[in-house]
Nanobody, 112 residues
């Protein structure tokens, strides 16, 4: 059973928004969480991280456009993506570093 499940991907036009969700099984509130992405032919890259105390960090290419948050009651981490660009097209993965868990990924395609 995959302990991390991403939802919310899809096709969006440039300039649009999407919100990804990652639902976690098991203990959640005490662990840092992250979002990564991988475009075809490219290495997986950091998108955003959020600590148990809600400190956040972002990859340079998404700063000011993407926002990560978490709901410890629902055991969900979110990625709000605004002002999307075609270069944001990738498979987005949820990550729990402590256990080296990865979700199955969700495709985000930004295209007109």
């Amino acid at each position: 059973q995959v302990p991390l499940v991403e939802t919310g991907g899809g096709l969006v036009q440039p300039g649009g928004s999407l919100r990804l969700s990652c639902t976690v099984e098991g203990v959640f509130s005490i662990y840092a969480m992250g979002w990564y992405r991988q475009a075809p032919g490219k290495e997986r890259e950091l998108v955003a991280t959020i600590s148990p105390s809600y400190n956040t960090d972002y990859g340079e290419s998404v700063k000011g456009r993407f926002f990560v948050s978490r709901d410890n009651t629902k055991k969900v981490v979110y990625l709000q993506m605004n002002s999307l660009k075609p270069e944001d097209t990738a498979v987005y993965y949820c990550h729990m570093p402590y256990y080296h868990y990865w979700g199955q990924g969700t495709q985000v395609t930004v295209s007109s």
